[in-house]
């Protein structure tokens, strides 16, 4: 059984490199834009490139590092590449998706994947981040995103009448 990580890649690669280091997934999938991969972090303090950051972390951990290119802006391109990661998911794939990373459009595309894929596996549905005090989090939003999108297919058809 490999735990899997799907993480989407913006300019920042802190959320990332997180969930990567305290989650230590087997095989991390990393959806990102040209200059996503490029673009280094100095606000955040990194001297070298997002590439170069996912690398040497997944180095770290032992992980195996994919890298699939889109268009971050454009809702088909991101979908294309989480498809190509999805056709390589076992059944008994333990699978990890981080939906704090990336543009809106990147979050809106990866969150739907996970909610869909929830339906029909068991899927750890994680937002990282930095308090105001300094301090990183990992929330697991598995189960309170299953139970609003269970109250909302409830909700939508009193709508329609």
């Known amino acids: 059984m490999r735990k899997i990580a799907i993480l989407t890649l913006g300019l920042h690669p802190r959320a990332l490199e997180l969930v990567i280091l305290r989650k230590k997934p087997d095989v991390c999938h990393v959806v990102a834009g040209e200059d996503g991969l490029?673009?280094?972090?100095?606000?955040?303090?990194?001297?070298?490139?997002?590439?170069?950051v996912l690398k040497n972390v997944a180095k770290r951990v032992k992980a195996k590092l994919h890298i699939y290119k889109c268009d971050p802006f454009d809702p088909e391109s991101i979908g294309d590449a989480l498809g190509q990661i999805l056709e390589n998911l076992k059944p008994d794939d333990r699978v990890m998706i981080n939906y704090s990373g990336g543009t809106q459009a990147m979050s809106l595309v990866l969150g739907s994947v996970a909610i869909v894929l929830s339906r029909i596996m068991p899927v750890q549905i994680l937002y990282s981040t930095k308090t105001l005090e300094g301090e990183e989090k990992i929330y697991d939003h598995s189960e309170v995103l299953k139970e609003l999108f269970h109250k909302l297919y409830e909700i939508v058809p009193g709508i329609m009448r």
């Open 38 to 52: 490029r673009y280094v972090a100095v606000e955040q303090g990194y001297k070298i490139s997002n590439h170069e």
